[in-house]
C-alpha cells in the first residue's frame, strides 16, 4: 500500500527555520520522484522542489530558492524538505507527491498524495 506522511510543520517567526518530512511506504524512492508542493488558502497548490534518482532536484518555484532545499534519506525511505528564512507568504500547507521517475512541476503528474501538514509563519 503506497502511503507518504508529511509531519514536520507547525507556527514560526519569519526568518526561522523548519524541516519538513515526507516518509514513503509501499514502495521504493529509486524508482519515483517525490515532489513538495504547497497550497495556501484561495490559492492553487504550487510545485517547490522535486528529488528523483534520474533527474536530480528539480526547483520549480522562484520564491524558495536559495532558501528551500529538498533531500532524501534512502535508508529510512523518506525526503525532507530544509525550509530556512520563512517568511510570512510561506505560509501554506505543504504536501509531499509521488511520481514516476522523473520530476514534474505539473500537479496532475503525481498520483499519490500525503495528507499534508501545515506551515505557518508569523511577521
Known amino acids: 500500500q503506497v502511503q507518504l506522511v508529511e509531519s514536520g510543520g507547525g507556527l514560526v517567526q519569519a526568518g526561522g527555520s523548519l524541516r519538513l518530512s515526507c516518509a514513503a511506504s509501499?514502495?521504493?524512492?529509486?524508482?519515483?520522484?517525490i515532489g513538495w508542493f504547497r497550497q495556501a488558502p484561495g490559492k492553487e497548490r504550487e510545485a517547490l522542489l522535486c528529488i528523483s534518482i534520474y533527474d536530480g532536484n528539480k526547483n520549480y518555484a522562484d520564491s524558495v530558492k536559495d532558501r528551500f532545499t529538498i533531500s532524501r534519506d534512502k535508508g529510512n525511505n523518506t525526503v525532507y524538505l530544509q525550509m530556512n528564512n520563512l517568511k510570512p507568504e510561506d505560509t501554506a500547507v505543504y504536501y509531499c507527491a509521488r511520481t514516476y521517475y522523473y520530476c514534474s512541476g505539473y500537479v496532475q503528474r503525481f498520483e499519490y498524495w500525503g495528507q499534508g501538514t501545515q506551515v505557518t509563519v508569523s511577521s
Open positions: 509501499g514502495f521504493s524512492l529509486d524508482d519515483n520522484a
